[in-house]
């Protein structure tokens, strides 16, 4: 991976600036995009303590011109995008019954438009080289249902399978496209979920009046659990996967 470039969405976050930080520590040169400018400052001064070079880049998925302009910015500043991670995500959870028309116009605004968009973007530009590889950062409740989650599991599992259909597409131009399922991980949007300190260990043991089973593996993962297994399906290790997603849960989604 050393001096390829990699284009990371959802950067500031939990999940995406653990990509962002393993990316870049297998000499990547790494555009992270966020819409939280403040919050991608801080990531970028924190790895730059660190060593690592990392470039942000404040975008907005959900906006399709924007995300295009910044594409065609990170591949004039920096060399043509060879890896693209869709890490970018929000959850608002709620019963679908009294759930609100802004809440599920912002999760698949972000969580599913911001794919295509930029997929699409950077694909394109794939398409033209003839090579490149793209993951999705999707969820273990794209395939398993979860109660008060309807609009999250709804638009991951839309955003995992245009992904395997995106990459059946671009196969033919040498692109691979694959999608990492993660489960509970130890980031702000898991612990948004949490009301006390019992948080941790009923997320552990499971809730059988939610019908959520625990994790077998006793614990939650850490962020970088996940980015391993996105560096692994970018990597040339993986290079014949794809159309493939892998779960990353502990066994908390039962092989699902």
């Not at 924190?46 to 924007?66: F, R, Y």
Request: charged content about 20%; glycine content about 8%.
């Amino acid at each position: 991976m050393e001096h390829t470039v990699a284009i990371v969405t959802g950067a500031a976050g939990g999940i995406g600036a653990a990509v962002v930080r393993a990316l870049a520590k297998r000499g990547a040169v790494v555009a992270a995009m966020d819409r939280d400018q403040q919050r991608l400052a801080d990531l970028t001064d924190k790895l730059a303590t660190e060593g690592l070079t990392v470039h942000g880049v404040p975008v907005d998925v959900s906006d399709a011109d924007a995300v295009e302009a910044a594409v065609e910015e990170v591949e004039q500043r920096l060399g043509p995008v060879e890896y693209l991670v869709n890490a970018a995500g929000v959850l608002r959870l709620g019963p679908v019954l009294g759930y609100s028309h802004e809440d599920w116009r912002t999760t698949f605004a972000v969580n599913v438009n911001g794919v295509f968009h930029t997929s699409r973007a950077v694909v394109d530009r794939m398409a033209r080289r003839r090579h490149g590889a793209v993951v999705t950062v999707a969820s273990n409740a794209a395939y398993v249902p979860r109660s008060a989650m309807a609009a999250y599991a709804a638009s991951k599992a839309a955003a995992a399978m245009f992904t395997k259909s995106l990459g059946l597409e671009a196969a033919p131009y040498g692109i691979r496209c694959n999608v990492v399922a993660p489960g509970s991980t130890d980031t702000p949007m898991l612990t948004s979920m949490w009301q006390d300190e019992s948080g941790p260990a009923a997320t552990v043991h499971g809730d059988l009046d939610s019908f959520r089973v625990g994790i077998p593996l006793g614990r939650i993962a850490q962020p970088s659990a996940i980015a391993d297994a996105v560096v692994f399906l970018l990597s040339a290790e993986a290079s014949h996967i794809t159309l493939s997603h892998l779960t990353v849960d502990g066994g908390a989604a039962l092989g699902a």
